[in-house]
């Protein structure tokens, strides 16, 4: 079973992988990125079991907390052209409480 | 970024939690995979996460760059500092031995110290190095 | 057989490193540079990371059961060797941003006319 | 655990196949996002190596930060990479002729994952048999890391504060200043 | 606390940068720097003390036995380098305060002061280091801040400079990181002097070879070699003049001392020299940098990139002089490393004290300097005999001991060879002579003053130095026999 899901992991990586070589657009690259992004943390997660050490899923957890804030930036860079504004500052709400 | 409802939501929510699995991964390095530098990779990918989605003024209203400078060079300085007390104590150079009189103990203030030192480091040097890029006016 | 098997990694390892020197030394995009210095300087991370391995070992964190671990030396040199690039590669880019306000260019090529033309008219021996 | 083998392989492949990409792409911000992919594969590989530490530090520095750095930078340059009129000889014939030194002398190296390797049998067991009774905790690599090589991980700390400096240095400051208004200093 | 010297040489600085880059204040953090290199420069006296009395020193850091904690190891040579290093930073950074005030920009300083103080630990931490890795480690930390220092150059032209630095400089440090591999993997070990133990046993095997292959590019690299060393001269002629003359004088002598270190320490003299033949790669290409680099230097128009050629044909002699694999080239490599250090950064001093009154480096433009500025080109005229290798200056003696040791092996042509170079060095050296004391002035520069003392001070200190151990050569001479001596193994 624990074969089977690797090998199907695997091949769904290869899959994203060529999507985000071929693009064409960036937002095909970035899906596949984020698409890729989930299959590493499956992956991790079978690997844990195939080792016998499910201790390292803290791995998949780093991965599933940061892996998207490398597409925000992307997509923010892609739609906004930098990273440091904050559009339409009167809208904000200014509600943020640690 | 405000009408990214959704985006900011989430924000929200993963934040703290990226802060809370920072300080995990820092303070169960001894016994899993992390330690300092990977704590403060992920403490300052927070406050990346929240400078992406709420613009960088208000992040540096939380957290000025200034401290970053400070955070950069202190912890380094922590470091060092650790070094510099066992050499005092009579120990070799970052000997943590002589921190204590169990060794064990010893060595556990020891890494626990300097591993303290190589967040504050790690994590200071990349959000200043985030602030410098990202505060730096784009092409014209 | 046993050659390959014992030495699939470390023959992946000399392609993944002539890979990134190839994009290091062939292209003149600057920040194309730095992303092929970093495949070059990965090729080794796993060069390491390889020796450290041992076949049915298991990592080098304390489980019961277990008594046969890989190395941990290697893996803590590759740690302070991935700081060393991140931290090239940031420098790196910091240096690409001020290049390309200075000169408003990211391609070696046409940095290396300016620099050409700026110094037409004086005797030097370009070797560069 | 032949499972664990046929992972590795297939990772070294995907990994092959995105350098590969990295070379061939001109867009800058596909370059980057492959970049992406080239870490995580990494961090996977070096799970399958039995290196979670060297995984989650290669995970949190690819997905965290240099993304973000490399974006970071493209907000402030062009995102195309233009054709390079370089001539491809050369390098060719030093990447071959270094490729070429390192296969002669990789060779030589004892096999993959043998225990009786040097490795595994001059230095290494004194870390794994001696640390719990000297140190005593249960990651041998922050042992080692933050103990035995505890002035390398000083250095370490000092190299990321330099980078801090170094950015800090080049990119603060005379913010206001334009492309090409900088005047020839001598 | 004696026994801790080893480890205080190279943390001191390392803090003191720490709170150097925090301090407001340029001025401030200029005394901060100058203190933290005069107490290092006493300390590397100390430990040269106490190597010449008691032979060599080894510190294990975290109180860990070597092969498994990382050890200091300190024999004649690098105490010497040690020496070298210190002495240049506690000269260069009193003469930083006003070169750089006019160099950089105010908010800038205390940074800068903090990377130079970053850079100067690192060289010492390379020096000291018994093990390899922990080698790379300080050698990035002194790359990366010279990465910084270079790029901080007023003209745009430093940028480009440095950003080829970083490129060419990451590029040896992996080979070196490449070359390490491989000897760990046939080894298992790091330390240079288990090293030395275990790789006799191994010798045989492809790897060892191939390792010394990579070791030897990568450290060219950084060493700025013949064919390896494009990323020097613009390097040199753009970054601030302090950082100039400190890098000058400490980088290029640091990477020559790992590469003794890694040819006689951790190889071996006969690997390296009777398995490897390196003496026929060493020669030609030592040669070949004198010569070829001493021409281009001829036609320079600009005096920092003149001699920043004239300091790839010394690397030429220093190479020259490893290649002779004898105790008296051993000498006469080690002598020059600590005489080009003292002859080139009181050339670079006298070159930064004139572009600070006059703005400009450019030969032309240094028309009637002579007059104007009699201190400080009577400075650069000294340091220039001292290169050429005039009797009397320090460049005497290690040209003399270069020549003898030629001699010993029987190369007669390579000995009349480094004549010839001499006088090549002389006709660069006039063109500036004649440019500053046989021209008029330029309109609009009448006004040009003697440079203040702060500058002249650092400057003819080397000058006197150059003077001093030129003719009582005795201390240095006698330290680079027993540290050549050291390298082979050959018992003193």
Redesign the interface.
């Given at each position: 079973m624990?074969?089977l899901s690797?090998l199907a992991i695997?091949a769904a990586?290869?899959m994203?992988?060529i999507r985000?070589?071929r693009?064409p657009t960036?937002y095909d690259?970035?899906l596949?990125?984020n698409m890729?992004?989930t299959a590493?943390v499956l992956?991790?997660a079978v690997?844990g079991f195939?080792?016998?050490?499910p201790?390292?899923l803290?791995?998949a957890?780093?991965?599933a907390?940061?892996?998207?804030?490398?597409t925000?930036?992307?997509l923010?860079?892609?739609s906004?052209?930098?990273?440091?504004?904050?559009?339409?500052?009167e809208?904000?709400e200014d509600t943020?409480t640690? | 970024m405000s009408r990214n409802v959704i985006l900011r939501i989430a924000t929200k929510v993963l934040c703290p939690n990226i802060f809370l699995f920072a300080l995990y991964v820092q303070f169960h390095g001894d016994y899993g995979p992390g330690g300092g530098f990977q704590a403060g990779v992920i403490m300052a990918a927070g406050f990346v996460l929240y400078a992406l989605v709420y613009g960088l003024e208000r992040t540096q209203g939380v957290f000025p760059p200034l401290w970053g400078h400070v955070s950069m060079a202190s912890g380094a300085f922590l470091y060092a500092g650790v070094g510099v007390v066992t050499l005092l104590l009579g120990g070799n150079f970052l000997d943590y031995n002589a921190l204590a009189v169990d060794h064990h103990d010893g060595q556990h203030w020891g890494i626990f110290t300097v591993e303290l030192g190589v967040l504050l480091t790690v994590f200071g040097a990349m959000i200043s190095i985030f602030y410098a890029f990202a505060g730096r006016r784009g092409l014209d | 057989m046993e050659f390959v098997f014992g030495y699939y990694n470390y023959l992946a390892v000399v392609f993944l490193m002539m890979l990134g020197f190839y994009i290091v030394v062939s292209r003149g995009n600057l920040v194309k540079t730095l992303v092929g210095l970093s495949v070059f300087q990965t090729s080794v991370f796993i060069f390491y990371i390889s020796l450290a391995r041992i076949r049915g070992g298991t990592a080098p964190i304390y489980v019961e059961g277990e008594t046969l671990y890989s190395s941990p030396l290697p893996q803590v040199l590759i740690l302070t060797a991935i700081v060393v690039s991140i931290s090239t590669t940031a420098l790196g880019l910091a240096i690409v941003v001020r290049i390309r306000e200075a000169y408003g260019t990211i391609e070696e090529d046409e940095i290396d006319g300016i620099e050409y033309a700026e110094e037409v008219g004086v005797p030097d021996i370009r070797w560069s | 655990m032949i499972l664990t083998e046929f992972v590795d392989i297939a990772l070294l492949a995907l990994l092959a196949i995105t350098g590969l990409a990295l070379l061939k792409i001109r867009d800058l911000v596909a370059v980057v996002m492959l970049g992406g992919i080239y870490s995580l594969l990494c961090a996977g590989l070096f799970l399958v190596m039995d290196a979670p530490d060297v995984a989650i530090t290669e995970a949190a520095v690819g997905v965290g930060i240099a993304t973000v750095l490399l974006v970071g930078a493209l907000t402030l340059i062009e995102r195309e990479e233009r054709p390079s009129q370089h001539s491809r000889a050369l390098p060719l014939v030093v990447v071959l002729f270094t490729g070429a030194m390192l296969t002669y002398g990789i060779l030589d190296v004892p096999p993959f994952g043998e225990a009786d390797n040097p490795v595994q049998e001059h230095v290494t067991p004194r870390y794994l048999e001696e640390q719990e009774e000297e140190i005593g905790v249960e990651n041998v690599v922050t042992a080692v890391l933050a103990s035995y090589r505890g002035y390398d991980t000083l250095g370490e700390t000092t190299v990321i504060f330099a980078a801090g400096i170094g950015v800090l240095l080049l990119l603060s400051g005379r913010k206001e200043r334009r492309a090409g208004s900088e005047e020839d200093a001598s | 606390m004696t026994e801790h010297l080893p480890v205080l040489q190279v943390a001191i600085p390392m803090m003191a940068a720490l709170v150097s880059a925090l301090i407001p204040r340029g001025r401030v953090a200029w005394g901060w720097a100058v203190a933290t290199c005069w107490i290092g420069l006493g300390i590397s006296m100390l430990i040269l003390g106490q190597v010449l009395a008691g032979g060599t020193i080894s510190y294990e850091l975290g109180g860990w036995a070597a092969p498994w904690g990382i050890e200091y190891r300190i024999d004649h040579v690098n105490a010497f380098v040690l020496l070298i290093v210190s002495g240049i930073g506690a000269v260069v950074a009193p003469f930083a305060r006003l070169s750089l005030e006019r160099e950089i920009e105010p908010s800038h300083l205390p940074r800068f002061y903090a990377a130079f103080l970053l850079c100067l630990s690192g060289l010492l931490g390379i020096t000291v280091t018994g093990d390899v890795f922990n080698l790379f480690v300080f050698l990035e930390v002194s790359s990366l801040t010279s990465y910084t220092m270079v790029a901080m150059g007023q003209d745009r032209r430093a940028l480009t400079a440095a950003y080829r630095y970083l490129i060419m400089g990451s590029i040896g440090a992996t080979f070196i990181v490449i070359g390490v591999g491989l000897l760990y993997a046939m080894t298992g070990t790091l330390n240079m002097a288990d090293l030395a133990e275990r790789i006799p046993e191994v010798a045989s095997t492809r790897t060892v070879p191939v390792a010394f292959g990579f070791l030897t590019v990568g450290i060219s690299l950084k060493l700025a070699l013949f064919p390896l060393h494009l990323w020097l001269p613009n390097a040199y002629t753009y970054s601030p003049s302090a950082a100039t003359a400190f890098l000058a004088a400490t980088a290029t002598k640091v990477a020559v001392y790992v590469l003794l270190r890694f040819f006689f320490t951790v190889f071996g003299a006969s690997f390296s020299f009777d398995v490897m033949q390196l003496d026929y790669v060493l020669l030609p290409l030592g040669l070949v940098a004198i010569f070829s680099m001493s021409m281009v230097a001829i036609f320079q128009e600009n005096v920092k990139r003149m001699l920043a050629y004239s300091s790839l044909a010394q690397i030429g002699y220093m190479v020259l002089g490893i290649s002779f694999a004898s105790v008296t080239g051993l000498t006469a490599g080690i002598l020059h490393l600590f005489n080009h250090a003292v002859i080139k950064c009181a050339l670079f001093l006298a070159v930064g004290s004139v572009f600070y009154r006059i703005g400009s480096v450019r030969i032309s433009a240094m028309a009637g300097v002579g007059r104007q500025m009699p201190w400080t080109m009577g400075a650069f005229v000294l340091g220039g005999f001292s290169l050429i290798g005039v009797p009397l200056t320090v460049g005497f003696i290690s040209k003399w001991y270069l020549i003898l040791a030629a001699i010993e092996r029987g190369w007669w042509p390579v000995a009349g060879l480094i004549l010839i170079t001499s006088l090549m060095a002389v006709v660069y050296i006039w063109r500036v002579v004649e440019s500053a004391y046989f021209q008029p002035a330029p309109g609009g520069r009448e006004s040009a003053r003697e440079a203040p003392l702060a500058l002249l001070l650092p400057t003819w200190a080397l000058i006197i130095a150059n003077l001093y151990f030129g003719i009582d050569a005795s201390l240095t001479t006698g330290v680079a026999i027993e540290a050549a001596r050291a390298l082979l193994g050959v018992g003193s």
């Open positions: 624990i074969v690797t695997l990586m290869t994203a992988i985000g070589l693009g960036v690259r970035v596949a990125v890729f992004g590493t992956l991790i690997l195939l080792t016998g050490r201790d390292f803290d791995l957890l780093l991965y907390l940061l892996s998207f804030i490398g925000v930036a992307l923010k860079y892609v906004y052209g930098d990273l440091s504004s904050s559009e339409h500052p809208e904000e943020w640690w | - | - | - | -």
